[in-house]
Every structure is written in structure tokens, then in C-alpha cells.
């Protein structure tokens, strides 16, 4: 998850995907806290143990209490003495953890003065557990059910000590809410920390912990009881299994995730009106997180229950039947690509003019995964819409200027330095790393962008802007310099960046082309062109293809072998055709032509560049 991540409370009803569900699991799943506090009892006395320690484990800011509590209260009830334990108080101390993480959360205010960035830690839960007092703690309870919850609670060197574990999962979305209402605090921590150093710390050091046990406790079979706890007040519960066969059900078919909204300066009104967000939740909207995998949920229909799980718990179970193997294996489970929208349409500025980190200074600098390319393609415009990217001018000089203007708050003419291509409904334009860019006022973008897991942004200049809160925005001019490629000229955004549409093929009933492909980025894009009532048939290869609808009504996504195994697609919905679908059928519905823009990884792709970085691998 986003360090800088501010999600606007809203959840869109649209995004829901209808499955067929296994035999048996819609019945098997409880909703309601009484229902699943009850069930939980029920797990615990069915055992028919004289004594019964239950692991109640979950993702960062689950409130574990409000299912606790009442389960004490009902075992009690039934005649059964039971003890509650807390992780608060089995962590390390704070002193201790912030050792531990110092190399991860570096204190460097000349390079990262509002200190955003840090290294990914690289442990496991057990190191910020006292493991020996935690074990013994759990061993001399002399009560009939013991009940040890918490972040941390089901780690392997307490797990053993376990006769069940149930799982409290929780949406990013959700998860960073709850930290912006300063609702839980880092772990260890016994009071909270601000909400930026709150979110820096989650970033590289709790939620890397949490997603790693999460996905050990998964895949390996050790969960018994899945919980959906983003929803205190109506938490959903099954067994793990049926999670299983949900998933292992759902990557059959194209889907969709449910999207996350962000407020933002230069914010715009289109996604706003297309979607008819209501005017209460937000003035503007600048990012629509469509599909960002780390950020983002997938929505399951139960019958009439909502199934809503974090994607990322999707990927972890079900990567190599989504992704492909050699897509696994590359990019270590990770889903390689992130989609989101850029709304400037109707808004009182550009974007940034930013540059994004090499896989040399990613990996060397943030312990990432590689590097932080993007892509923009034009889907609506207004008046004047231009997107920037490359230099028309003196690069150094501009960045110059800006190093001054960072202390002076002096207006730059970017104009002359930043080069700007006319914004072009259908137009691509790839954005390797070291490519100074911007997206222009006035339009709707279409936003592609690589493996790394955050977001590393240097903005160079972002015309003396103050944020919501009246504070300056933070410029990182100094490490823009060390990744800038300032001989990215006109000449070079023309031959190798925003390229002219290649025909691919030709039908009655369709048009496709690429519309972006550069060797220095492991994915391409096409635009597929459908006439009205057209059918298009796409092959996977083994690997993912995610589809936008970007002109026209909607279209029909399904699996030819299975047709069953479908999605409808509306205006702006971006689906995933998994890898398991090997040959898919896109239909134009409706009264008028679609179009579709494509993504794939490109033939013979890496995730590096950087040969150095290859051969490390």
C-alpha cells in the first residue's frame, strides 16, 4: 500500500463480480458479528478440548476487540473460563523495533524533507514479537480457552502453540481510513504517530510483515477461519477452504476490482460525472485507483452477502492462475502492472512535472523490486489538453530553476524547458523511468505503471502549489538529478515514446493496433477498434491481458472454451482476462463502436533493464 495513500470513504456498488460459486460455500459462509462471534464459539467447543488456545491473526488495523470481547462473553456463558492476550503486549520493546528498523526508516531530511521514503524491511513478524515471553505467557494460562489475538498472534514462533487460527483480514482502502482516523498504531508503538509517519512506517516495515505471514498462513493450509473484517459492524466469516474455492472459482473468470477514489490538488471532474459519485464525498477526484494491486479489493457476490477481499490475498492465493507461471516467477508473485486513472478534466492545473526512479536507484536506494516506468493514454479531452514529457530546452537549466524556486517559490516557464505533445483521444505515450513528464490540464489519462510497490515520485517543479492543508508541496529536486535523462529530446519522444500506431490487423469487424511498445519497458499496449455489434478474439499465451473500455458502451469479455466464464464491461471498467482463460471473445454491445485498449507483457520481456540487475537475479 501507498505510503501517500488517502482514500475517499466510498465504496462503488458497480464493481461486483458474479461467479458461479462452489457447491456448498454460499451456505457455509456466516455474516453478522453476533452470527460470526457465535461461530467462532462453535469452532472452539467443537474440538471437545479441555483446553483450547485459538491464534486470532489479521492485516494492519483490524479491531480484533470487537470480535473478542463478545467471543469471552459467550464462551463464559456456556460454562468455559477464558482468557484473552494481547499482542500489545508480546511485541518487542518500542526501542527495540526502532532498532530493528532504523536502516528502514532512515532519517534523511536534505533528500526527503517531509521524510516519504525509507527501505523496504526485509524480516518477518517473529522479529518484533518476544517470542520466549510470548510462549509463556500462552502456557502458564490456566484457563479452559485462551484466545491470543493480534497482529502477530499466529507467527511461526508461537504457532505451534495453536489449536486453531482465524484470520481477520482487512481492505488497504479500509486499512488506511482507519490510520488517517488514527484508529490503531504501528506495532509496538504504545501511542500514535502522525499520519504521514504513521503510513511511512506501515509502508516499509508493518505492512511488508503482515502481507508475508499472511501469505505463509495462506498457502500453506494453516488458516481454519477466514474473517472479512473491513466492515466492524457486519464482519463475514467462512472456512478457509471455501475462501479457496471462492478464488480458485473466480480467477476462471475476467474480472473486475472495486475501485478506491482520491481527492487531489489539480484534481478533475470527470471520472466525477461519468461515475455520478455524489457531490458530498468529494469536490474533485484526482487518481481513481482502478486496479493498483496493492490498494485495491475484489467484490465477490454470496447470494446477498458481499465477499470483499483485499486483492493482493487474491494474488497470493491464486498468482500463477492469474499471472502465468513465468510471470510468477519473474516478478517474485507480484502483479507486474498498476492501472489507474489521472483526472485533470475541467481542473485548475496540471500534474507535477516529475520523474521516476531506474531500477538502479529503486533496488540500490528503497530495497524495491525493480523499476518505476508509466504510460499515459489520452481517453478524453478539453480546450488545450498537452501532455508533457521530455525536455524541449536546456533540461539543467530548467532544473536549476527549480532548485531555486524550491527556496524562492519564484514561477518557472516550463513551457520552455519541458516538451508537450498535443493530448490526442487514443494517443499512448510510454514513460520510461528518467522521463520528466507531466499530464496537462483538461484531460482524462489512462495511467500504466510498473512492478514497484510504491510510489516514488520526485516532483521537480509543481508551480508553487500548497496542498488541502495550506502546506507547500515537497519538491525532491535532488534525487530528480540523479535519475533524470536529460537527452530526452523531441526527436527522442517521437522515434521512441509517443510513436504513431502500428496496424496489427485488419477485419470486418474490428481494427487493432500497438500503440505502445519501447524495449526499455517489459509491457505494450494495442487499441483494438470494434464496429458496432464487432467481435474480437484475443489469445493469452499463458500470461494476463487487462482491458479498458475507452470509447463506446460496453462490451461482452468471456472465456471461448467457457462461455459461462464471462464479465460485462461498461465505459471506463478496466477488467483482467487471467491467464487461465487461454483464448477470449470481446463483444461490442450496445448502438455505437467500442473501443478497448490492451495491455500485455511485451515478447521476451524482463522486469530488468539494467543488465547488472539481470545477471543479480
Not at 348 to 359: A, C, F, I, K, Y
Not at 510 to 532: D, F, S
Amino acid at each position: 500500500m501507498s505510503f501517500m495513500f488517502k482514500p475517499l470513504a466510498y465504496d462503488d456498488p458497480k464493481a461486483v463480480n458474479r461467479i458461479s460459486l462452489p457447491a456448498g460455500t454460499q451456505r457455509r459462509i456466516t455474516a453478522g458479528n453476533e452470527s460470526v462471534v457465535k461461530a467462532l464459539a462453535d469452532f472452539c467447543l467443537a474440538a471437545g478440548q479441555k483446553r483450547f488456545v485459538l491464534a486470532m491473526d489479521g492485516y494492519v488495523s483490524a479491531q480484533f476487540e470487537d470480535l473478542c470481547e463478545p467471543l469471552r462473553a459467550r464462551l463464559k456463558a456456556a460454562g468455559h473460563s477464558c482468557r484473552l492476550i494481547s499482542m500489545k503486549e508480546l511485541y518487542k520493546s518500542e526501542e527495540e523495533i526502532a532498532a530493528l528498523t532504523a536502516k528502514s526508516l532512515p532519517l534523511n531530511y536534505e533528500d526527503d524533507p517531509v521524510l516519504l521514503f525509507g527501505r523496504l524491511y526485509k524480516g518477518k513478524m517473529d522479529d518484533l514479537v518476544d517470542c520466549e515471553r510470548a510462549r509463556k505467557a500462552i502456557q502458564e494460562a490456566q484457563e479452559e480457552m485462551i484466545v491470543v489475538y493480534g497482529l502477530g498472534s499466529a507467527c511461526a514462533g508461537i504457532r505451534d502453540l495453536a489449536d486453531g487460527i482465524a484470520y481477520v483480514d482487512v481492505t488497504p482502502k479500509v486499512a488506511a481510513i482507519r490510520a488517517r482516523e488514527q484508529r490503531f498504531v504501528n506495532i509496538g508503538d504504545a501511542k500514535g504517530r502522525p499520519f504521514a509517519l504513521l503510513m511511512r512506517r506501515n509502508y516499509y516495515v508493518d505492512f511488508e510483515v503482515t502481507v508475508r505471514l499472511r501469505r505463509e498462513l495462506l498457502t500453506a493450509g494453516l488458516v481454519d477461519l477466514y474473517i472479512l473484517g473491513s466492515d466492524e459492524t457486519n464482519y463475514v466469516m467462512m472456512p478457509a477452504a471455501d475462501l479457496r474455492a471462492v478464488l480458485e472459482r473466480l480467477v476462471c473468470y475476467p474480472f473486475r476490482t472495486k475501485p478506491v477514489y482520491l481527492e487531489g490538488i489539480w484534481g478533475g471532474e470527470y471520472i466525477r460525472k461519468i461515475r455520478r459519485l455524489p457531490q458530498e464525498i468529494a469536490g474533485n477526484v484526482a487518481w481513481v485507483f482502478d486496479m493498483i494491486p496493492m490498494e485495491v479489493s475484489i467484490v465477490v457476490e454470496a447470494g446477498e452477502i458481499l465477499l470483499d477481499i483485499p486483492f493482493s490475498t487474491f494474488i497470493q492465493m491464486c498468482g500463477e492462475q492469474m499471472m502465468g507461471r513465468r510471470c510468477v516467477e519473474e516478478f517474485e508473485g507480484y502483479f507486474p502492472i498498476r492501472f489507474n486513472y489521472d483526472d485533470t478534466w475541467h481542473s485548475n492545473g496540471n500534474m507535477s512535472v516529475q520523474v521516476h526512479p531506474d531500477e538502479d536507484f529503486v533496488i540500490g536506494n528503497y530495497d524495491e523490486f525493480g523499476r518505476q516506468d508509466e504510460a499515459y493514454y489520452v481517453i478524453a479531452t478539453g480546450h488545450g489538453a498537452r501532455t508533457y514529457c521530455g525536455f524541449s530546452g536546456d533540461g539543467r537549466e530548467f532544473l536549476e530553476l527549480a532548485k531555486r524556486s524550491e527556496k524562492t517559490h519564484e514561477e518557472i516557464d516550463y513551457r520552455k524547458y519541458i516538451n508537450s505533445v498535443e493530448s490526442v483521444p487514443g494517443r499512448q505515450i510510454m514513460l520510461p523511468a528518467g522521463t520528466v513528464h507531466a499530464s496537462g490540464r483538461n484531460q482524462l489519462i489512462l495511467e500504466l505503471g510498473s512492478l514497484t510497490i510504491g510510489s516514488y515520485t520526485y516532483k521537480v517543479y509543481d508551480y508553487n502549489r500548497k496542498d488541502k492543508d495550506g502546506n507547500a508541496r515537497p519538491i525532491h529536486t535532488k534525487n530528480a538529478e540523479q535519475v533524470l535523462h536529460f537527452e530526452r529530446d523531441p526527436q527522442w519522444v517521437r522515434d521512441n515514446i509517443a510513436i504513431e500506431p502500428i496496424l496489427v490487423e485488419e477485419t470486418a469487424d474490428y481494427t487493432e493496433y500497438v500503440v505502445g511498445r519501447t524495449e526499455l519497458m517489459y509491457y505494450e499496449t494495442r487499441r483494438v477498434e470494434l464496429n458496432t455489434h464487432g467481435t474480437y478474439e484475443g489469445k493469452n499465451n499463458g500470461q494476463f491481458t487487462v482491458v479498458t473500455v475507452v470509447d463506446g458502451e460496453a462490451v461482452h469479455i468471456s472465456s471461448k472454451a467457457h462461455p459461462e466464464f464471462c464479465f460485462d464491461a461498461s465505459y471506463l471498467d478496466i477488467v483482467t482476462i487471467p491467464a487461465s482463460i487461454e483464448d477470449y471473445v470481446i463483444e461490442a454491445r450496445g448502438y455505437q463502436p467500442v473501443v478497448v485498449h490492451k495491455t500485455l507483457l511485451r515478447e521476451g520481456y524482463s522486469r530488468y533493464k539494467n543488465p547488472e540487475y539481470a545477471e543479480r537475479k
